[in-house]
C-alpha cells in the first residue's frame, strides 16, 4: 500500500521564521491532507489540496502539491511558539478504498 | 456542536484481559473511522463505518478486535484478549462525505498501554 513520507523528521526553528515540511507518496491519489497533532491532543485537520490543484493557502498555511513528483509541501509562515506540534501529511486514493494513508509526521519545535 | 469524543482517554490493562474504547462521532456524521498510532510508527487505518454497516474493515489486524456501531451512532473497538503489540493511540474520526473528499474530524485518542 501508498505511504506518505514526511521530511524533515524533525524541525527545529526560531519563532517568527518559516518552516517548511515536505510529503512524498507512491501512488495515484484523489487528495492530499495535511493534519496536526498538539502533544496529548487529537488530529486536527489544517488543509485539503485536490489532485487537480497545485496550491492552496489558509492564512499562514501555503500547501503545494506536485502530483508528477508525488510530493507535497507544507509552509507555515512567521511561525509562532503555538505551531509547534507534530505535523502529518495523508493522502486519500480511489485504489485504496479512500481510506487515509498516513505518514510518519514531522515533529515540529518553534523556539521562542 | 460537539466534537468527536472517545472515552476513555488512557487505559492500562495486562496481557490477555479485554478492554472497549467508545467513540461518539459529531452528530450528524454517517462516516466513522478508527485508526491506531502504534508507538514510533505511522497513524494506520482500521476500519471505516457507514452509519452501522462495516464499508472497509481492512485495516483490522486480526480477528482479536472487534468494532460495533448499533443504531449507527456510537461506536466501539473492543481488543479482546490484549496482546502488548496493541498498545497505541486509538483515533476515532466522523465525516460527512464517504468518499474521502472532506476532512475528518479526529477525537483526542484513547492511549491503550498494554503491560
Known amino acids: 500500500s501508498q505511504q506518505g513520507e514526511e521530511d524533515p523528521q524533525a524541525l527545529s526553528i526560531q519563532e517568527g521564521e518559516n518552516a517548511t515540511m515536505n510529503c512524498s507518496y507512491k501512488?495515484?491519489?484523489?487528495?492530499l491532507q495535511w493534519y496536526r497533532q498538539n502533544s496529548g491532543r487529537g488530529l486536527v485537520h489544517l488543509i485539503l489540496?485536490?489532485?487537480n490543484e497545485r496550491e492552496k493557502h489558509s492564512g499562514r498555511l501555503r500547501v503545494t502539491l506536485d502530483t508528477s513528483k508525488k510530493s507535497s509541501s507544507l509552509l507555515i509562515t512567521a511561525s509562532r511558539a503555538a505551531d509547534t506540534a507534530s505535523y502529518f501529511c495523508a493522502t486519500a486514493s480511489m485504489d485504496s478504498n479512500y481510506q487515509l494513508i498516513w505518514g510518519a509526521g514531522t515533529k515540529l519545535i518553534i523556539k521562542p | 456542536e460537539a466534537g468527536v469524543t472517545q472515552f476513555p482517554s488512557h487505559s492500562v490493562i495486562e496481557k490477555g484481559q479485554t478492554v472497549t474504547l467508545r467513540c461518539d462521532p459529531i452528530s450528524g456524521h454517517d462516516n466513522l473511522y478508527w485508526y491506531r498510532r502504534v508507538m514510533g510508527k505511522e497513524i494506520k487505518f482500521l476500519l471505516h463505518f457507514v452509519k452501522e454497516s462495516k464499508q472497509d474493515e481492512s485495516g483490522m489486524p486480526n480477528n482479536r478486535f472487534l468494532a460495533e456501531r448499533t443504531g449507527g451512532t456510537y461506536s466501539t473497538l473492543k481488543v479482546q484478549p490484549a496482546e502488548l503489540e496493541d498498545s497505541g493511540v486509538y483515533f476515532c474520526?466522523?465525516?460527512?462525505?464517504?468518499?474521502?473528499?472532506?476532512?475528518?474530524?479526529f477525537g483526542p485518542g484513547t492511549r491503550l498501554t498494554v503491560t
Open positions: 501512488t495515484s491519489i484523489n487528495n
Open positions: 474520526a466522523s465525516s460527512q462525505d464517504e468518499i474521502g473528499q472532506l476532512e475528518q474530524y
Open positions: 489540496i485536490r489532485s
